[in-house]
């Protein structure tokens, strides 16, 4: 086969693959297009109640009810300490190479008191500071006068509501330009007023947290737009003509696409959402002056219908319009996401912004998500609204004021931000250089991870990482800042003279396929082109292939035995929904889950209906049987099975459920592996006590003898308990889960105590009772984080990790496993901790000499909980915090490099797998184990999921490596979940299914992922076969860079 025919195959392959990429757009912007980053006053400054400042209703909403408002309970008070590390902020825009940085003033920190305008000193220094540091530096400042933080005081004279704020906000520009302006050229009034009314005065998301959505959204805006005029009237007046500066407003809109765009009503629709959310704000100042007439029209007839005696929405009057019109020098637009809209009538039964437009909105589930519950990735939407923008007004001066996406982690390797940016830059670049679209500046959040609002720190959307728990703040830069200095630098991606450039970012798949097929050449060349890399070869990005991908030549192709079981997993109050239906009784997580208000969980919802399997479980199984596995692991719920669990009399309605689910399993050749429980502790016995009180293990033992005998003869594989360091430290040390008890110094022993002698009487029960004739196993399934040395040179560190796995893992493992006892390292280090806090005995119970015996060898097999790594380090914790997380001396941490997922507890590191099962094997003499969960999670439920493809295909193969290369006794691999589920104290908002359900489809249907498919492959081929013919199947998706690089070594 001649080389030419080769290339030309991979060239159409490649073409196909990445046919997409014909729609990037090389081009670069005019000089004086203006690049910059964005922060706001709050979200960095910290120094809340510092020189003067007073304050403002995000300080108050965030110290609310304990923190509670906020997700992780965190609040802006020091937040990146930019009030007093600015220099430092100005060297990182510096680096980057930004023309201008866009900031906030807080209000309070300039006027203490906003209602009798003298300035405070301290603060204005501090803003001076700051623009004459970014000047000196050649960035110009971009000022928002107003980024949601209100002062208190003036919120409690009625807010934005109340018309004399007005004159408070025009006396606060003033001095503003006064003060500033002979410095600063451009001014924004507002950010984002769309969210300053509606998710602050309607839904209460935001502060000041009011719920009035029928009419405050509307009164809001209205003042806030004669704000707006006043302020640009009084710069136009007494300080444009000295000050040559410009003033605009910075607005919020995701882009509105038709749900079917063959639907008229849909268009009309999309159309009437955008005119509600940007034509709200747009059309006063650059269109006629007034509201879009299709919003005074729609909330007119919504307020007749209800019997109002005048609309809602406020009018202006002749003389305002007029002042309105044109009050705009440019429009600042942050854009970051888009939605889907189709028309609804949503009839008046709850008035407000949301139901008036006759519109629903919905996301395509192809979008990716992120860690942002409201961004989903569609790139061509920033061009799109551009282009509206363009039509509908005129084509008006814009600046991207605000674009960036956020990750859970901080990671400094950060490529889906860059592709986030590449991608939404392009666009920009599209709509300039295609469209004509007046667009003179674009504008990356933020510089720097940062306090983002709701979410606490818990949403990075930083150029440069911060670690909030170091009280220095340092700034460390992402992949993505370098990425954005390239593009400032380039003024866009600018055409390659004379041929085509090729957009790629994985090398893998055709560098595999050249080594195949020129195996010599490919050698020869490689070396010969080595010395060249590190001369500035313009096929540099081959090196950092070689570094980022050397993990793909670990690729290990091989099968598992034909009696290997594969399987998925769920759990009773995850999945079943018929909370209180069939006499069942409550649990724990029923009551957590009420209480409060729901608040305990992020969404705020329940597992009362979860995915209603109490009566889909037929749909669940033909699910289950699509996919091709030989297991379902299920949980039992005790209220269920005995609703009163202190009489043993079982209830045959929640029996015959479980019967009938077996039933369903075994006709379509798919065995049951159940757990008896997991974490829905009977509320009745939980007020005995709980699992401090010896006397459960008696009521486990009797729950336990119900289900052998009503169950035991179609079940071959029990697991008593599920996670136990979850239920004891999570559920009694933090109390982040139920029955949310915080007593971290001695509850989390006394329950695990009582849970290992629990399960330990069950497998005697088993043994003596059951065994003989039902032939089945008895386990335990564990979570274990694999523990990394955070430096492998360090001896203080390896003991760490290795202590740290003893702390989580041998504290179960240990007595069933190893010597009926717990870890002697456990033992000393707490017995320790116990006397130099003066104790009298040590705070980790002991066990007897006789339970000792018993407990040993009483797990016919381990079940492995594995989804992700720490890296740990020798830390001296003291005694003044006692408790398990302190106990051990380490400090866990992840690498930053490590991707994360929607749950913050899971980086992915797939090695991580293999390791905590050969450690299992060396540490406890190669017990049989099941993997009993493994998977990861997003924030969207999309079908199109190949993160989690990814996720399971690397940690499937570092499972079967473990088996084949290591002799590690693994029989089989569990995926959670079958189904998106209700992921407990994260509600809904976290999806870990093989299947996508829609919670708010009362039907609950199952829909198959991508995924699916993936794992149904994996187990018809036992794993990733070995090619047939002995050659090498290749790994990877994109093509494109490897071609050129075959072209390179092979001419």
């Known amino acids: 086969m001649s080389f030419q025919l080769v290339l030309g195959c991979l060239l159409l392959v490649c073409v196909s693959v990445n046919a997409h990429e014909s729609d990037f757009y090389y081009d670069t912007v005019s000089d004086d297009f203006t690049w910059g980053c964005a922060t706001s006053a709050y979200q960095i400054e910290g120094a809340w109640n510092a020189d003067g400042k007073t304050q403002h209703i995000w300080d108050a909403f965030t110290h609310e009810n304990g923190g509670g408002n906020i997700k992780d309970h965190q609040n802006g008070d020091d937040a990146c300490k930019s009030y007093t590390k600015y220099k430092e902020d100005v060297k990182r825009l510096k680096e980057i190479g930004v023309n201008h940085y866009r900031f906030s003033i807080s209000w309070n920190r300039i006027l203490p008191i906003p209602t009798n305008n ?41 807010s934005w509501s109340n ?54 959204p509307y009164r809001v805006s209205h003042n806030i737009i004669r704000s707006h005029t006043e302020v640009w009237h009084l710069y136009n007046d007494k300080y444009r003509q000295r000050q040559k500066g410009k003033v605009g407003i910075a607005i919020d809109i995701d882009f509105m696409v038709p749900k079917d765009p063959s639907n008229p009503s849909d268009i009309a629709a999309a159309e009437r959402q955008l005119q509600f959310m940007g034509g709200w704000y747009i059309n006063p100042l650059l269109g006629n002056g007034d509201y879009p007439a299709v919003m005074k029209t729609y909330i007119a007839r919504k307020s007749q219908e209800a019997s109002l005696t005048k609309s809602r929405l406020p009018e202006f ?23 889907l809209v189709e028309n609804k009538d949503n009839g008046i039964s709850n008035p407000g912004y949301g139901g008036d437009s006759d519109t629903k909105q919905s996301l395509d589930p192809a979008w990716p998500g992120t860690a942002s519950s409201f961004l989903y990735v569609y790139p061509p939407g920033i061009r799109g609204i551009l282009k509206w923008i363009k039509k509908t007004y005129n084509n008006p001066t814009v600046i991207v004021t605000e674009n960036g996406v956020g990750d859970h982690t901080g990671t400094l390797e950060d490529q889906p931000r860059i592709d986030y940016l590449k991608a939404y830059i392009n666009e920009v670049i599209k709509a300039i250089k295609l469209d004509g679209c007046n667009v003179v500046g674009y504008t990356v959040w933020s510089i720097m991870d940062n306090f983002e609002w709701r979410s606490g720190f818990t949403e990075k959307f930083g150029l440069n990482y911060i670690n909030f728990s170091d009280p220095n703040r340092p700034r460390i830069p992402k992949k993505s800042a370098l990425f954005y200095k390239d593009v400032i630098s380039n003024r866009g991606f600018p055409k390659v003279s004379g041929g085509t450039r090729i957009v790629c970012s994985t090398w893998c798949a055709i560098l595999l396929f050249a080594h195949v097929l020129f195996p010599g050449v490919m050698v020869q060349k490689s070396r010969m082109l080595g010395p060249r890399i ?107 099975i005995l609703p009163t669990p202190t009489n043993y009399k079982p209830n045959p309605l929640g029996l015959n459920y479980y019967k009938s689910l077996i039933s369903e399993l075994k006709q379509n050749g ?81 329950v695990s105590h009582n849970i290992i002698r629990s399960h330990t009487e069950v ?48 504290w179960y493992i240990n007595p069933l496993l190893g010597n009926g006892d717990y870890p002697a390292v456990m033992k000393t280090y707490i017995a320790r901790k116990s006397q130099e806090a003066k104790l009298t005995k040590s705070r980790l119970p002991e066990f007897t000499d006789a339970e000792k015996a018993r407990n040993k060898g009483s797990c016919d097999f381990l079940g492995l909980n594995h989804y992700t790594t720490r890296l740990v380090e020798h830390h001296d914790n003291g005694i003044s915090n006692p408790g398990y997380e302190g106990d051990s001396d380490t400090k866990q941490s992840r690498d930053p490099a490590w991707p994360g997922s929607a749950s913050s507890f899971l980086s992915i590191y797939p090695p991580g797998m293999r390791e ?53 006794n693994v029989v089989g691999y569990t995926v959670w979940s079958i189904l998106d589920n209700f992921e407990w104290r994260s509600g809904f908002t976290e999806k870990f299914g093989l299947n996508y359900v829609n919670f708010s489809d009362p039907n609950r249907p199952r829909i198959p992922k991508k995924s699916a498919l993936f794992y149904k492959n994996v187990i018809s081929n036992r794993g990733f076969p070995k090619p047939a013919s002995g050659g090498t199947i290749v790994v990877g998706s994109s093509w494109c860079a490897s071609l050129l690089f075959l072209i390179v070594c092979c001419f």
Not at 135 to 154: A, R
Not at 568 to 585: I, L, M, P, R
Not at 925 to 950: A, K, Y
Request: hydrophobic share 35%; proline share 5%.
């Open 763 to 810: 497998w005697h029960l088993y043994n003596d009772k059951y065994r003989q004739r039902q032939k089945g196993k008895v386990g335990l399934a564990i979570s274990i984080h694999f523990m990394m040395p955070k430096d492998p040179s360090s001896p203080s560190d390896i003991a760490a990790a290795e202590r740290q796995l003893q702390f989580m893992a041998g």
């Open 670 to 750: 798919i065995e049951p592996m159940i757990t008896m429980f997991h974490w829905d502790l009977p509320q009745l016995l939980e007020d005995y006590g709980s699992w401090a009180n010896d006397s459960i293990i008696h009521h486990f033992k009797a729950y336990a003898d119900v289900l052998f005998r009503e169950l035991g003869n179609d079940v071959k594989y029990w697991m008593t308990f599920n996670e136990p360091i979850v239920i004891s430290w999570i559920g009694y040390g933090t109390g982040t889960f139920a029955p949310g008890i915080k007593e971290p110094a001695t509850m989390p022993y006394r």
């Open 118 to 158: 003298n300035s405070n000193p301290l603060g204005l220094n501090y803003y001076k500071s700051l623009i004459s540091e970014l000047k000196q530096n050649g960035i110009e400042p971009m000022i928002t006068m107003f980024h949601w933080d209100l002062p208190q005081l003036l919120e409690d004279y009625g």
């Open 317 to 339: 009057t002749d003389a305002e319009k007029a002042r309105n019109k044109g009050s705009s020098d440019f429009l600042g637009l942050n854009h970051y996401t888009t939605r």
């Open 163 to 216: 018309d004399s704020i007005i004159n408070h906000f025009k006396a606060y520009a003033d001095v503003l330009f006064r003060e500033l302006g002979n410095d600063v050229k451009y001014w924004m009034t507002f950010n984002e007023p769309f969210v300053v009314s509606w998710v602050g005065y309607g839904t209460g998301t935001f502060a000041p947290g009011i719920k009035e959505p029928a009419t405050m």
């Open 534 to 640: 590190m001369r500035g070869n313009p096929f540099a990005p081959f090196h950092v292939f070689v570094r980022v991908n050397a993990h793909v030549s670990d690729f290990y192709y091989d099968t598992v035995s034909d009696d290997f079981t594969w399987g998925c997993a769920t759990s009773a109050y995850q999945v079943e929904g018929a909370w209180d239906a069939d006499g069942k009784t409550q649990h724990i997580w029923d009551v957590f889950s009420h209480r409060n208000g729901g608040k305990n969980i992020k969404d705020h919802q329940n597992g009362d209906d979860s995915c209603k399997s109490y009566t889909k479980y037929k749909e669940d199984v033909k699910r289950l049987k699509e996919i091709g596995v030989n297991h379902y692991r299920f949980s039992i719920s005790w209220n269920r």
């Open 916 to 968: 905590m099962l050969k450690w299992i094997k060396k540490t406890y003499n190669n017990p049989t184990v099941i993997v009993t969960e493994n998977g990861v999670s997003d924030d969207t439920g999309t079908l199109e999921d190949q993160p989690r493809i990814d996720y399971l295909k690397a940690y499937i193969n570092e499972a079967i490596k473990a088996i084949k290369l290591d002799g590690c």
